[in-house]
């Protein structure tokens, strides 16, 4: 009888599940990131609801699958929110039927979606893969560490968060909303989300404690990248 023992699958459960949450909570934010909110004397997008957790879930995969992992990740997403584009301005052009009466609502809401994704884009992959990079050079240099796991992984996920977000934001308001919203707003949004953004990974860390926890458990992976991981941000070939 042939006790050989099937291999483990490239690509395991949690990681398909982690990838498919990853992508819609990034596909989400880009739909709602039109709507500007006041909060008091702060301006943000209503994309901060929900884009905070695509960071999170970033922060997740680096640590427990390596930074190979999260780069296919980043990489699946933008691919996702480009169909998505491509669809909606498909959806714009297609003429309407006699009974449809919202073309100018529909264009109002999704006509300006192409630029905003076209930020998006450019902030999203510069944000994500520094975030990831961040996070894995972080988690190298403790590597020799041997106490205080839960706290060093807490540290990797708020710095990593403020330079991915920074970056994000530094990129994203001047490209989606330059011309459009007066400088001083542009500046105080670049600031106020980069900021918030951390502030809401800092509220949900025990969250992201024990998720990270259960997946290391459930896995039995804890992937620490080595000196000779290659961190080029357009490289699929490794993973």
Request: aromatic share 10%.
């Amino acid at each position: 009888m042939d006790k050989t023992q099937p291999s483990k699958p490239l690509f395991t459960l949690p990681f398909l599940t982690l990838t498919v949450l990853f992508v819609v909570c990034l596909i989400i934010a880009n739909l709602v990131e039109i709507k500007t909110v006041s909060l008091g004397a702060v301006t943000v997008t209503a994309g901060l609801a929900v884009f905070p957790l695509s960071y999170i879930i970033n922060d997740c995969i680096v640590e427990v699958y390596g930074f190979r992992r999260a780069r296919l990740a980043i990489w699946l997403g933008f691919a996702m929110s480009l169909l998505t584009a491509v669809m909606l301005n498909i959806a714009i052009w297609l003429p309407g039927g006699d009974e449809w009466q919202s073309q100018e609502a529909m264009e109002a809401i999704y006509g300006s979606v192409p630029r905003i994704m076209l930020a998006s884009f450019a902030a999203f992959i510069c944000g994500s893969m520094v975030n990831a990079y961040v996070m894995s050079r972080m988690k190298r240099t403790a590597a020799t560490a041997t106490s205080g796991a839960t706290w060093r992984f807490s540290l990797r996920a708020i710095v990593s968060t403020l330079w991915g977000e920074g970056v994000d934001s530094l990129i994203f308001f001047p490209v989606a909303f330059g011309g459009i919203l007066p400088t001083s707003t542009i500046i105080s949004l670049i600031i106020s989300q980069a900021l918030l953004k951390t502030l809401y990974e800092i509220l949900v860390l025990p969250v992201t404690v024990a998720v990270v926890k259960r997946l290391k458990r459930i896995e039995g992976e804890d992937t620490t990248d080595s000196a000779s991981t290659d961190y080029s941000w357009w490289r699929l070939t490794d993973i």
